[in-house]
């Protein structure tokens, strides 16, 4: 029995065996054969097909089972480019006349034609060189012997351990078969902890070392509440484990009665609550019925775990089902906000040094011009079904807001030459998610219609220390004064205008950080799913006039950690 402690980043227990996530990352060796070896290596070159294609088959299967049909599409595209006929012939002929190992035959027949892709104008061609190399990988992961990993299509339950895991993992998760997961780097604002915590999957993040010190197929039992792992439990741990499992969902399952409730404050103030979406799945809508609205919609899901970009015809059927989901109430549609952390498989980003820093998010879209037009026309056309807010990412400065204000115009105008309708009343907001942008809120406010807080970013910028390293945990303070005080002046500012502001980072679905921004003037707050039944008991316990007091001493108050356990104190018997 080991014990190792984490980041407890998405509240919960768990018990199960270990699955160790290693994407394997094939090195494909320079190498030749003898003449006379020719028809075995052909052979050898067939069994790798026949493996690879197995597995492609086994995983569409499990896909279309679990009927997740976009995902199995996927996998049937793999295995046409398998056996491409050009790049088959061509491979074939590299080990028949040029004499090479059938590894190195599909490493230089793939590179060839992902460099060939790479170049094309179009950006749907562009983008199968993922596939290409998702494939590539596979040929040569069978022809080492090494067996599969892959988190779309797990066999049984298990804990998912991994170094890191990319947005695109946990977005095409096999989220009934995840127990917990546990991953050596990230934050509690990664994408994979915010990913985590809407599927409700107990989560441990930076737990150094982790996936050396565990081995596939261990048992190990979970605490995301206190932020343990035991590796071999005895039977008396999984025993102790159990009950406060139990203990624990008996709690959120209490918690949950006020899931229904309205958002209402002990003085009567109503303060909307929206949620957070990836997506226009069922079960990420399911919370539709207790919640006011969409606050960020993160459109880049949409375009995360497919083979090619969405087509606008297929982006607009899904903003239409969240859209008419809603009806009346709002639906903020955040444009493409990729980079960071987020990459799509789907399309070849350059690796940068400072990717936080870097061409990410509305500086990315003003390089794709095509790509964030049929993004604009998609969610137009889908306005007419809804009342549809359109809401920039990672906006620096007033520059950006009037550039991506003449895209949207520019959408209108293609709109109105094809001759398709689109709302006239859609409201155009921005993200604060960059302090220079905070800075200037009252001559932003005048350009938009209104504002959303990405406490997420904002804090990671602001502070200077990135989102994604749990080793600087420490430094990451989500209670900071300056924080505080740099939303209260953004909110003064747009309600100078009359105009709403409200919060879509992590801080909007946090009870403590909550209560604060709704004394600092919040018109609504956004969150997570999992948070919308806490936010709401929060809510219930609180007048507006102890929120301002909250308010007006988290922006006093010298340090983070005494802002933290002032507003414990003061909240406890609302938590
Ligand atoms: C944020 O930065 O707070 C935010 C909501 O956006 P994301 O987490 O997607 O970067
Ligand atoms: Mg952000």
Redesign the pocket.
């Known amino acids: 029995m080991t014990e190792y402690k984490g980041n407890p980043v998405s509240e919960g227990i768990a018990v199960g065996k270990v699955y160790l996530y290693q994407p394997y990352v094939p090195e494909a060796v320079e190498g030749e054969i003898p003449e006379a070896e020719v028809p075995q290596v052909i052979a050898r070159y067939e069994a790798m097909l026949e493996g690879a294609k197995k597995e492609l088959e086994a995983i569409r299967r499990r896909l279309e089972e679990a009927g997740d049909g976009d995902k199995a599409k996927i996998f049937t595209a793999h295995q046409d480019i398998l056996f491409d006929v050009a790049m088959d012939e061509e491979i074939r002929d590299k080990i028949s006349y040029d004499l090479l190992t059938p590894e190195w035959a599909v490493h230089r027949v793939y590179e060839k034609f992902m460099k060939m892709l790479g170049k094309a104008k179009d950006p749907l061609i562009r983008e199968r060189v993922a596939d290409l190399r998702d494939v590539k990988n596979r040929l040569l992961r069978v022809a080492a012997g090494v067996p599969e990993k892959n988190l779309a299509a797990l066999a049984e339950p298990v804990v998912v351990v991994a170094h890191d895991l990319l947005p695109s993992d946990t977005a095409t998760l096999d989220r009934k078969n995840v127990l917990a997961i546990v991953t050596e780097v990230g934050g509690a604002?990664s994408?994979s902890a915010?990913i985590a915590r809407s599927y409700e999957i107990p989560a441990l993040l930076g737990v150094p070392g982790v996936t050396e010190k565990l081995s596939h197929g261990q048992e190990a039992a979970v605490d995301a509440l206190e932020g343990v792992l035991i590796a071999d439990p005895s039977p008396e741990q999984k025993a102790e484990f159990s009950a406060r499992r139990e203990a624990f969902l008996a709690r959120r399952a209490q918690e949950k009665k006020f899931l229904a409730v309205e958002p209402r404050m002990a003085d009567g103030t109503v303060v909307p609550v929206h949620l957070n979406v990836g997506s226009a799945s069922d079960q990420e809508l399911a919370a539709e019925k207790y919640t006011d609205g969409v606050g960020?919609f993160?459109t880049e899901f949409v375009y995360m775990g497919r083979e090619q970009l969405p087509t606008e015809e297929e982006q607009y059927e899904i903003y239409k089902k969240v859209l008419a989901a809603f009806g009346d109430r709002p639906v903020t549609l955040r444009t493409l906000?990729i980079g960071?952390d987020k990459k799509l498989p789907c399309m070849e980003l350059p690796v940068e040094e400072n990717p936080f820093l870097g061409n990410r998010a509305l500086r990315l879209c003003f390089s794709m011009p095509e790509v964030f037009l049929t993004q604009l026309r998609a969610a137009l056309r889908a306005s007419v079904h809804g009342n549809l807010w359109i809401m920039f990412?990672m906006v620096g400065s007033l520059d950006d807001i009037r550039r991506a204000k003449e895209y949207l115009e520019k959408a209108k105008a293609q709109l109105e030459e094809r001759g398709i309708p689109y709302s006239p009343d859609v409201k155009v907001g921005i993200?604060v998610?960059i302090p220079s942008i905070a800075l200037v809120a009252d001559l932003a406010a005048k350009e938009v219609d209104f504002a959303s807080i990405?406490?997420?970013?904002?804090t990671q910028y602001s502070i200077a220390v990135d989102r994604m390293n749990p080793a600087l945990g420490e430094y990451y303070q989500n209670y900071h004064p300056a924080l505080f005080r740099l939303i209260g002046y953004v909110v003064s500012s747009f309600a100078k205008e009359g105009k709403p502001v409200s919060v879509?980072?992590?801080m909007g679905g946090d009870p403590l950080a909550a209560a604060v921004l709704v004394g600092l003037g919040m018109s609504k707050l956004s969150m997570g799913a999992a948070s919308v039944a806490r936010i709401k008991k929060l809510l219930s316990g609180l007048t507006m006039e102890k929120a301002k007091e909250l308010a007006a001493r988290a922006c006093a108050l010298p340090t983070s950690s005494q802002v933290e356990e002032y507003l414990k104190t003061e909240l406890s018997p609302l938590l």
Request: aromatic share 0%; charged share 30%; proline share 6%.
């Open positions: 604002t994408h915010i960020l993160r906000d960071g990412p993200m998610e990405g406490t997420n970013d904002l879509c980072g992590e």
